[in-house]
């Protein structure tokens, strides 16, 4: 099997992510719990990945309803699997995204990083929302991850792996809060207020901490390679982030900075 090509979406397993994703999984809980929701809006999670947090949403609007986007097959067929009668799932990339004055609330928990074009996106969800709709957003922000990335940047720079990623693209846009306002408030949105959340985590111990390296963080290095560099790079990778974040008790430390963001459409 070669190497994935350029540009190709990502997929994703979302069982493992299920299962390897419940910090993840804790910050959204906390962000939805700070909407104030009538229970008859219409939603739209962006990235919504297995579908927990879209399905939670939708019960919280018995009378409105709640559509969750995501660009992997593999994350929608995870999600499918949760059922409610205002609850539905579509595989979209974002970047393809062209609703029209269709939601209230747009809402995001740790996917947003993974999408290169902040600027048309923002443009993008303003024409999606309703006038006086909400933009409910997390997701990581500058100083994230640095010591899985410092990692990853240490490995692709040694051969074989230096040559192998001459054309990767960097999976991951993680901005600061100053510049993010500013993108928001250019895209045209009102009431912008972002601020840059640490959320730095222990993980219990080597293989929690890997299980999350191997759904979602890996996947598009690992794409990206010929099939016989794949375990040798992740092997690697797996020994410097050890290396780097193992405390002597046997937990792992990674930086969590996540961007808040919340923001209106113009309206009522």
């Known amino acids: 099997m070669s190497a994935a090509p350029q540009g190709a979406a990502l997929d994703f397993d979302g069982r493992k992510y299920r299962q390897a994703s419940a910090h993840q999984k804790q910050w959204g809980h906390g962000v939805i719990e700070g909407l104030a929701l009538r229970g008859d809006e219409t939603i739209l999670d962006l990235g919504c990945g297995d579908g927990v947090l879209t399905a939670q949403l939708a019960r919280l609007v018995p009378r409105g309803a709640v559509l969750g986007i995501d660009a992997s097959p593999g994350m929608i067929a995870t999600a499918t ?111 912008v207020h972002v601020e840059l959340e640490n959320r730095d985590r222990l993980f219990a111990d080597a293989g929690e901490l890997i299980a999350w390296m191997d ?38 430390f990674e930086t969590f900075r996540r961007l808040d963001v919340t923001a209106t459409t113009p309206g009522r």
């Open 81 to 191: 699997q949760l059922t409610a009668p205002n609850l539905s799932f579509r595989c979209l990339d974002m970047a393809a995204m062209d609703f029209t004055a269709q939601f209230d609330l747009i809402f995001s928990n740790a996917a947003l990083h993974w999408v290169p074009g902040h600027p048309r996106l923002a443009r993008a969800s303003l024409a999606a929302l309703r006038p006086g709709g909400v933009i409910r957003w997390n997701f990581g922000g500058r100083g994230n991850c640095a010591n899985l990335i410092a990692s990853l940047r240490e490995v692709m720079a040694r051969p074989p792996y230096d040559g192998l990623f001459a054309d990767f693209a960097w999976p991951w846009t993680m901005p600061g809060r100053d510049e993010y306002a500013a993108l928001l408030d250019e895209a045209g949105f009102r009431d």
């Open 215 to 252: 759904q979602p963080c890996l996947v598009p290095f690992l794409a990206h390679l010929p099939s016989p560099e794949r375990a040798g790079f992740r092997t690697l990778v797996i020994d410097r982030m050890l290396s780097r974040s193992r405390h002597g008790d046997g937990r792992c």
